[in-house]
């Protein structure tokens, strides 16, 4: 039966999987892979479990799946048992994946990325959660699509996967495709998601039952109260980081920056002082570091052309410089595991008394 409902109020056609008057439940296959975070497995189900719950009805139908059939442990040792392992037979209209360390091995698994190319071609919704959109990337399925990418690792993506529309954003809802950043993000994808396909007033429901005040929307920042807070800095510190981080492959020395953002050299250097506790200098090598552990642990370039790309031009200073930050040489930091090294973000000190103008 053709939907005369106005269409303003239409959920969008790509998007739209269920109607009221269906009486068969959506099929959700829930993938896990190894080091999955089990926060986003409750965040995937729980809003779910609660639709059904509040409708008295099985809306929602979930099978957890792995690559092998076997139980999959997630990056805080909790294990879960999954109902099987993905068969080319199998069917299903939503399909998540979700992961969060060391995918890189994953994303060259012939079997999985003819799974998830086979479940496109089916019809089905594909929804990656965390790392999982780099599982939906690899598979091709997200070629020409955004997709929103924690912050963490958008440099790696975008390097490894230049055909999809990586966002520093919270998710994304767009033609059977569906991505989120992660951790509570995904709260919002699935309410976003259960609004728009499903009912409104149903998914508002749900929210209240979660104790969320609101669903944030996809373009929102990540680091709302974080490093690109706008209230972090004084205007003259936020463009002198903004020249750093959009110079990290051919740096700019000290003196440039300061001119660049009406500042001696002398104030810059006191204000980052007072800010973050570093000299500019240190600030703007903690910077470069960071993309550098990035394009280490989450692509297959080369440590010359990381350590290029990240503006050192001899690998000799780089592997010096890189070892004494996190204890082992760029050679051996090249997956994106648990154990891994971990870089640390620079965030401001206690607001103090001003020591300089702005």
């Not at 190894?34 to 509040?54: D, H, R, T, Y």
């Not at 060391?102 to 496109?120: F, T």
């Amino acid at each position: 039966m053709k939907d005369q409902r106005p269409d303003s109020e239409k959920p969008p056609e790509t998007l739209l999987t269920w109607r009221r008057g269906d009486v068969t439940p959506l099929r959700v296959a829930v993938l896990l892979l190894p080091s999955f975070s089990n926060f986003g497995l409750a965040a995937v189900l729980e809003p779910l479990a609660i639709a059904n719950w509040l409708t008295q009805r099985q809306l929602f139908e979930w099978t957890l799946l792995s690559l092998d059939g076997q139980p999959v442990q997630a990056s805080n040792g909790l294990s879960s048992v999954v109902s099987e392992g993905i068969r080319s037979d199998q069917g299903f209209d939503v399909c998540l994946v979700i992961a969060s360390f060391d995918v890189h091995k994953h994303s060259r698994n012939l079997a999985l990325k003819s799974w998830l190319r086979k479940q496109a071609l089916f019809g089905a919704v594909l929804m990656g959660v965390e790392t999982g959109t780099e599982l939906l990337a690899a598979a091709g399925v997200l070629d020409g699509y955004e997709a929103a990418v924690h912050w963490d690792n958008l440099q790696g993506f975008q390097e490894s996967y230049p055909r999809v529309h990586a966002k520093p954003q919270l998710y994304t809802l767009e033609r059977q495709r569906m991505t989120c950043a992660g951790a509570t993000t995904t709260l919002d994808m699935m309410l976003s998601w259960l609004g728009q396909s499903i009912d409104s007033d149903l998914a508002r429901e749900v929210g209240m039952h979660l104790l969320m005040g609101h669903v944030r929307q996809p373009a929102d920042n990540q680091l709302d109260g974080g490093l690109t807070n706008t209230g972090m800095y004084g205007s003259k510190m936020r463009r002198a980081v903004h020249l750093m981080e959009q110079a990290l492959e051919e740096p700019l020395d000290c003196e440039a920056i300061a001119s660049q953002v009406g500042l001696s050299r002398r104030q810059l250097e006191r204000q980052f002082k007072q800010q973050t506790g570093l000299s500019p200098l240190k600030y703007y090598i903690t910077l470069r570091l960071a993309k550098a552990h990035s394009l280490l642990q989450q692509t297959r370039l080369s440590v010359a052309q990381v350590a290029a790309c990240s503006g050192f031009g001899s690998l000799e200073h780089f592997s010096r410089t890189y070892r004494a930050k996190f204890g082992c040489p760029p050679s051996e930091d090249r997956s994106q595991v648990w154990s891994a090294p971990v870089m640390r973000q620079p965030l401001r000190k206690e607001p103090r008394q001003a020591c300089g103008p702005d």
